[in-house]
């Protein structure tokens, strides 16, 4: 008999290793295909996954409501994956690698450049709506803001996005 995954988060928060393993096994790949949007780096998505399962681990018990547990597990993969590129923005670009790109890496690339215009909280509204599909109700939670706020300034952030392609040469990106 399968146990349901609102069972399963609830007998996590309330300590049960086991549950917490099966937790953590259900929500991996969602995990690290975050940690890889943030990091580009298999090796370091797989780094994100081993830190955000220990802090997961010794905070789980702090979870309120057993249904945002994906979304709580999710945030602290976002807080770690820009605390990591917060240490690396000393990093240089190769201007060399650059040639070597293809077309399908230079629009990510400006998908990447466009998006690190914005603000921490700006792009984590993006990645939680477009990237991981979050409802916006969800959004709200984890964010701890209303849902019209989220709406406003997920409405807000795409015109930015927008204007910030219109700027580079093109309305087509966005």
Request: net charge neutral; aromatic share 8%.
């Given at each position: 008999?399968?146990?349901?995954?609102?069972?399963?988060?609830?007998?996590?928060?309330?300590?049960?290793?086991?549950?917490?393993?099966?937790?953590?096994?259900?929500?991996?790949?969602?995990?690290?295909?975050?940690?890889?949007?943030?990091?580009?780096?298999?090796?370091?998505?797989?780094?994100?996954?081993?830190?955000?399962?220990?802090?997961?681990?010794?905070?789980?018990?702090?979870?309120?409501?057993?249904?945002?547990?994906k979304t709580w597990l999710i945030r602290i993969m976002m807080n770690y994956c820009q605390?990591?590129?917060?240490?690396?923005?000393?990093?240089?670009?190769?201007?060399?690698?650059?040639?070597?790109?293809?077309?399908?890496?230079?629009?990510?690339?400006?998908?990447?450049?466009?998006?690190?215009?914005?603000?921490?909280?700006?792009?984590?509204?993006?990645?939680?709506?477009?990237?991981?599909?979050?409802?916006?109700?969800?959004?709200?939670?984890?964010?701890?803001?209303?849902?019209?706020?989220?709406?406003?300034?997920?409405?807000?952030?795409?015109?930015?996005?927008?204007?910030?392609?219109?700027?580079?040469?093109?309305?087509?990106?966005?």
């Amino acid at each position: 008999m399968e146990m349901n995954v609102k069972e399963l988060h609830r007998k996590a928060i309330v300590g049960d290793d086991d549950a917490f393993l099966a937790v953590m096994q259900l929500h991996k790949e969602s995990l690290l295909r975050t940690a890889l949007a943030f990091l580009r780096n298999e090796n370091d998505a797989i780094e994100a996954l081993q830190e955000v399962t220990y802090r997961a681990y010794k905070k789980i018990r702090t979870v309120k409501e057993p249904s945002y547990l994906k979304t709580w597990l999710i945030r602290i993969m976002m807080n770690y994956c820009q605390d990591q590129l917060n240490l690396r923005k000393r990093f240089t670009v190769d201007a060399s690698a650059l040639k070597t790109v293809s077309a399908e890496d230079i629009s990510y690339l400006e998908m990447r450049e466009a998006l690190a215009t914005l603000s921490d909280e700006e792009q984590r509204l993006i990645y939680l709506k477009y990237f991981q599909e979050s409802k916006i109700k969800d959004i709200a939670q984890s964010e701890n803001i209303p849902e019209g706020t989220v709406k406003s300034r997920l409405h807000k952030t795409m015109r930015t996005l927008r204007s910030y392609f219109e700027d580079i040469g093109g309305s087509d990106h966005v």
